[in-house]
């Protein structure tokens, strides 16, 4: 099965960091990546998963596949076109590819343990790139903190509860704690560590629905 990469690698990655770069300064807010190669038919992920895959992986980065995404071989095009090694354990990588699923426990089987850093090395963390079937301008998630006048709201889709659960607990450990980015179809957002996450009332506005 063929993945496809950027047409003009530097260029292309160099866009679509800067939207990340963004989209981690500005918590909860939401771009759009466009001209990024479409992942194959039956891929588990969207476009903006891939290209920001793309973008932030390298020969320096291990990467975990939770086994519901490895499909149509993600593994091995991502270690084709960026060298990234992949990741035999979640505790050991630098980005784990996830959905909400990944991340609440099932049964007598605990929820997958990821790099938190440390007080001294806080950046020696696991970065979650989170595969969503939705994400919206507004939801029962309030987000607030740095880079966030006031508040923002959040909406995740079906099974968020294990995603924002752990994410908001990134404000007991902080500067331990995971950072997360979110994908959606082409849109992306990101939840730095450093966001509180509460719950409210849910309302739906600009809906993004992953085919």
């Not at 291990?62 to 990234?84: C, I, N, Q, Y």
């Not at 590819?97 to 696991?126: H, I, M, Y």
Request: some cysteine; proline content about 8%.
């Amino acid at each position: 099965m063929r993945w496809n990469a950027f047409d003009t690698p530097v260029h292309d990655s160099q866009r679509v960091y800067r939207q990340l770069l963004s989209a981690m300064a500005e918590p909860g807010t939401f771009a759009e990546v466009g001209g990024a190669p479409l992942p194959p038919p039956g891929a588990a992920i969207g476009t903006a998963c891939w290209a920001t895959l793309l973008t932030l992986c390298d020969l320096d980065t291990r990467v975990w596949l939770a086994p519901e995404l490895d499909a149509v071989g993600l593994g091995e095009a991502l270690a084709f076109h960026t060298g990234a090694r992949q990741a035999e354990r979640p505790d050991v990588a630098d980005f784990a590819l996830v959905t909400p699923a990944t991340l609440a426990a099932k049964g007598e089987a605990e929820a997958p343990a990821f790099q938190e850093g440390s007080d001294t090395f806080p950046d020696r963390s696991t970065t979650l790139v989170v595969m969503l079937d939705r994400l919206d301008t507004a939801g029962p998630w309030a987000l607030s903190g740095p880079g966030i006048p006031v508040q923002r709201r959040l909406g995740v889709g079906q099974g968020g509860e294990a995603l924002m659960t752990r994410l908001a607990a990134n404000r007991d450990r902080f500067p331990r704690g995971l950072d997360a980015i979110l994908t959606c179809g082409t849109r992306l957002a990101a939840v730095p560590r450093s966001t509180r996450i509460t719950r409210s009332a849910s309302e739906e506005v600009d809906t993004c629905m992953s085919p």
